[in-house]
């Protein structure tokens, strides 16, 4: 056959450019889909033959494609030597046996997804959205509302504790049972629901919510429920669902914070002159809460058994164990005062504390196990309590500003109106639809049973972190309404406990840099953690299996990172058509630079990764951002697309890629890779400038939500519909939002009174005047005039804060002689700027 025709005449200059042509374009498709190594083999032996390649050549490619490619020989002649090279250079980080079970307990959810480079975002767009069950639903809209109603939390302050009827009534509907499954007495609530509870409850009274949060956490309860033995559980279950028994849980101690591991209580394990086994127990811990009112104690310590009794060795290391608080040597009796906060918080101490090895969680099985238990419960717990409270709280925030931005009135003019305020709205109202997304999203993986501990330390850091600044906006915003305590003072309690969101269930500085990324990306990488197995067992077969899938995953995503880059996402697919679609392709961009520097970083500074926390903690924004950005996607398609949200969707996700552009930019300036420092400062550096992923949400989006928080309707409802609303006028709440509809309604009157003024059928008089005037010239027709000096009577009402008498705020007693300003309803208008 002759060979011009086939090539149609082309020249030989031609054809090696449609070959080279081809090549490129087959490597670039086989890098983007992750081809296995045999279509890399045949690819690479097609070029050899298309250049020619000599005999000898021929044989050295064979060889090594059997090398490569025949797995029992890859495993001597490649794998083996690479184990032997990693072990000795130390280049995966090694792990101790307390990182070891905090890895292991817990499972990867969709964080894995983000953390591959390729996300299957069709699958996490199709993670069940949850709702709450007719009886869940009843019980959100029946005793939680009751139980906020009975609870005034300036008194809760003022007494320094819960009323005795909230208490009883507390216990009397199943509040501390919520985890405690039906069977035992309790109400088997799901995740959600739990969450949604104590959110609620969170939004009303801050000692409220987390009197009820303890029992059905870290604790007793949600650790018997999981590890108890049969007869621990019908014995204490039934009677901590009833609230016959209150319970807390003894971790943290003086020397051991962060580092729970380190723990210095111990028990030794001796027998008794009639052969019973028993626990010597020495503790003391601090921080407890309801330690002072506590019945039973959950206690963790350190559990030595000389004599090897119970057959665990001689040290067995952590376990738990479920102490009566009346056992001789229990020292109870005093508190501590979180920040002003009056929940029960104490510290407790045991002496010589002597009871049965049957105290022990789960009996012989628990022995030396607590450190997994504790590790596996806060992967669930640390995903419900403090997000709900934050994310609600975040809601309660926004519908408070929003609400006093419309009815506090500055110049004549509601101070919602100027656009510094309208900036600070904006953001408020952005973070609670994102924080809600968050909450909402993670409780539907614990609600099918997944316990994925990066999650959860993402949402606990980030949720707690974003009500940190939502609360310091609402606090510029109200100004001195915020200042002045008192039961008129909507946000100061909210401020004090801060502090308190940001310390517990695991410090936020400690989570972000040691937690997130520096568990994540062992536990949330496909291939690192098995390596590591592999590595510490020997395993060549295993090891083999993990490192080459590891060098294609890497290969991948390389390709990947550069043609999203370079095509701004567009190359991904995305699973939905529509506003969202464009920020599921950046997500996938994202995804795929973020999982090759994580590789690059992991591959270069090894162990040394453990030890660089700054490093550690950019990466650990971006992998977050990621997360809360996915899970406002979903919000938004579950929820229906709802125009009214899609303010939201976009003020949302341009704020969270920002977010994720500025830990890239960060990275770029300070990873310091041996020899590719200068890179990523210089040319990566001005390009991810040029190129961003995204731009900081425009003034418009922030005008659109700041409306949203200042017009009543459904829009506002549905973003703050998880708190609890007091419509009682004599409360502060209520006051409030009856000003701030009158003052909405009112808006049509005022504006023909200013339109007057402007086009000079008014002259400009103090506004009682005006009122007056606007009426004599039918301006305004009576049930007009009427509307306007309600709302202004209730805007004058609302914005008055607390005082009290010398004497009794200097005895420390100002709630008992509590006096509010007087205001005569028809003086309101006196005070007010000319119109």
Known sequence: MDLDALTFGASSGELLGIGILGVVVLVSVFGYVGAPLWLWTVLVGGVLWGIGISGWGWGVFGILGVIFNVRPIRRICVSFWVMKVLKSVGLLPAISETERTAIEAGTVWVEGELFSGKPDFKRLSEVPYPELTEAEQAFLEGPVEEVCRLTKDWDVHVQKDLPVEVWDFLKEKGFFGMVIPKAYGGLGFSASAHSAVVGKLGSRSLPLSITVMVPNSLGPGELLVHYGTEAQKQHYLPRLARGEEIPCFALTEPNAGSDAGSIQASGVVFKDEAGHLHLRLNWRKRYITLAAISTVIGLAFKLRDPGNLLGKGESPGITCALIPSDTPGVVLGKRHDPMGVPFVNAPIEGQDVLVSVDTIIGGIEGVGNGWYMLMESL???????????????????????????????????????????????????????????????????????????????????????????????????????????????????????????????????????????G????????????????????????????????????????????????????????????????????????????????????????????????????FADIFSWMYLGTATL???????????????????????????????????????????????????????????????????????????????????????????????EEEALGRLERAFRLSFESEAVERKIRDAVRNGTLTRDRPERLLAKALELGLVDSAEARLLQEAEAARNETIQVDQFRLEDYLRGTPGAAFETVEAATGKMWIEKEPM
């Open 634 to 728: 979903r919000r938004f398609e579950a929820r229906g697309r709802q125009p009214g949200e899609l303010p939201f969707l976009h003020w949302c996700l341009e704020s969270a890629l920002t977010q994720v552009q500025l830990g890239f930019e960060g990275l770029f300036q300070n990873i310091n890779l041996p020899g590719l420092g200068w890179i990523f400062r210089g040319p990566l550096t001005l390009w991810w400038r040029i190129n961003p992923i995204a731009k900081p949400p425009s003034d418009v989006l922030g005008n659109q939500i700041a409306r949203v928080l200042q017009h009543p309707g459904t829009e506002r409802d549905a973003l703050t519909g998880g708190i609890f609303v007091s419509l009682d």
């Open 519 to 618: 568990q994540g990306a062992i536990r949330c990488h496909p291939y690192v953690y098995r390596e590591i197995q592999a590595l510490g067992a020997g395993d060549v077969d295993g090891f083999d299996r993990a490192f080459f899938g590891h060098v294609g995953h890497v290969v991948r995503n390389l390709f990947r990172a550069l043609f999203l880059t370079l095509s701004r996402g567009y190359f991904a697919r995305s699973p939905v058509r529509g506003p969202a679609a464009r920020y599921y392709r950046k997500l996938a961009w994202a995804s795929a630079s973020f999982a090759l520097l994580s590789d690059l970083a992991l591959g270069m500074l090894g162990g040394q990764l453990k030890r660089r926390e700054k490093i550690s903690g950019r």
């Open 379 to 517: 992967a669930v717990g640390r995903g419900i309590s403090l997000p709900a409270v934050s994310a609600i709280g975040a809601q309660f925030v926004a519908r408070v500003t929003g609400a006093h931005a419309t009815v506090r009135k500055q110049f004549g003019l509601s101070i919602g109106r100027f656009e510094g305020v309208e900036e600070v709205l904006a953001r408020i109202g952005g973070w609670a639809y994102l924080m809600e997304a968050a909450r909402v999203y993670t409780c539907s993986g614990l609600d099918e049973g997944a316990r994925p501990a990066v999650v959860t330390a993402m949402v606990k850091y980030h949720l707690t972190e974003l009500y940190r600044k939502v609360v310091n906006d609402g606090m510029d915003i109200l100004g001195g309404n915020a200042i002045s305590r008192g039961p008129r003072n909507l946000l100061a309690q909210s401020y004090m406990g801060l502090p308190i969101h940001i310390t517990v269930e695991g410090a936020n500085i400690l989570t972000r840099c040691l937690i997130i990324f």
